[in-house]
């Protein structure tokens, strides 16, 4: 089978798509025929060997994708089966969930790891309530454009943020109230937009460059909720700042906590599996590439030409 494999010989990691045996399911593995693979950041940093998200080299690069069940056709998707970027992998039975009838097995694919971070967010990390204000960081981007979706079902107000006005349109027409062009002034702009409370809540995938800020956008016990840091991580926090704040709560969750055990999975990629098949969650697919060009995927991410989900087709 083709598969995207890094390797590291002392230089930098190296990207190569080439031929494998195919993967061997063990006992409670299923071997799947990928339709699709999803491209995430955390790929990024599994080529670049960053901890926890690398395996011992050389090793097929990919968690997230979805496909159909060799000898059974069932339509599966997953969001942490290693190996995905190939044309076959072994997913263990517990890592997989149905895809329903009516949503596309690409369309499951784009949803799964993003979707499942969206929804975690709204409904753990922070339950939006009816007429709360809400910062979204990167709002044309794959977790973006889901989160503003699922905060407006959730009667939410949204204030989105992108670094361009094509980017914005994109965040307004996901369903964003405000969106700031630039990342400057949100603060002031979300407080004025609240008669003069302040956000909920602020969901942060970008770290470096907003994170200290989004501390002054929030109202008097709001939640900071840093899930992610697409342009760095944040310089260190004084916990005794957040009282000064106006006594708030800052977390840094992670998906993996949220899908823990088998049950927890199903649960929440049922629900936006759900969303998708009713229509209510909708899922941007804004560029799909070969396999064989899994490294340009990557830089595409890196240097913030995509917007919702990026896919890889074997
Ligand atoms: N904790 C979790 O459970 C979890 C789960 C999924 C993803 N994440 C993390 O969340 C973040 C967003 O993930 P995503 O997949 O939805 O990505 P994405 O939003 O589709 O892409 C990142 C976006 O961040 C913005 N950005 C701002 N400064 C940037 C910079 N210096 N370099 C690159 N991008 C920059 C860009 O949008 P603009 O051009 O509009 O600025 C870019 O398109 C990533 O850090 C990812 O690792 C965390």
Redesign the pocket.
């Given at each position: 089978m083709q598969a995207v494999v890094y390797e590291r010989t002392g230089g930098p990691e190296v990207l190569t798509v080439r031929e494998v045996p195919d993967p061997e399911p063990g006992e409670g593995a299923l071997l799947v025929d990928v339709e699709a693979a999803g491209v995430?950041?955390?790929d990024v940093y599994e080529r670049e060997g960053r901890r926890p998200y690398t395996a011992t080299p050389p090793a097929v690069i990919g968690v997230e994708g979805a496909g159909t069940v060799a000898g059974t056709g069932e339509r599966v998707a997953w969001l942490d089966v290693r190996g995905s970027y190939a044309t076959r992998v072994a997913a263990p039975r517990d890592k997989v969930v149905p895809v329903p009838d009516g949503v596309d097995t690409d369309v499951a694919a784009a949803a799964m790891?993003?979707g499942c971070?969206a929804q975690y967010l709204v409904s753990e990390s922070y339950p939006v309530a009816e007429g709360d204000w809400v910062v979204v960081h990167?709002g044309?981007?794959?977790?973006?454009l889901l989160l503003t979706q699922l905060v407006r079902a959730r009667g939410g107000h949204v204030l989105a943020t992108?670094?361009?006005g094509e980017?914005a349109e994109l965040a307004r027409a996901a369903g964003a109230d405000e969106v700031v062009v630039g990342y400057e002034g949100f603060p002031e702009r979300v407080r004025e937009l609240s008669g003069g409370v302040g956000a909920a809540v602020v969901y942060d995938?970008?770290g470096r460059?907003t994170f200290a800020a989004g501390l002054t956008a929030l109202r008097p016990t709001g939640r900071m909720i840093l899930?992610?840091?697409?342009?760095g991580q944040p310089e260190p926090l004084e916990l005794h700042s957040l009282a000064g704040h106006g006594s708030l709560y800052v977390q840094r969750?992670?998906?993996a906590t949220y899908t823990r055990t088998p049950e927890l999975l199903r649960t929440l990629a049922g629900a936006v599996l759900d969303h998708v098949a009713a229509g209510r969650l909708d899922v941007r697919i804004g560029g799909r590439r070969p396999l064989a060009q899994a490294r340009e995927a990557h830089e595409d991410?890196?240097a913030?030409r995509?917007t919702g989900k990026l896919l890889l087709l074997p």
């Open positions: 995430n950041f955390r790891l993003q971070t990167a044309a981007g794959g977790v973006g992108t670094s361009t980017k995938g970008v460059t899930y992610g840091a697409a342009s969750p992670t998906l991410l890196e913030r995509t």
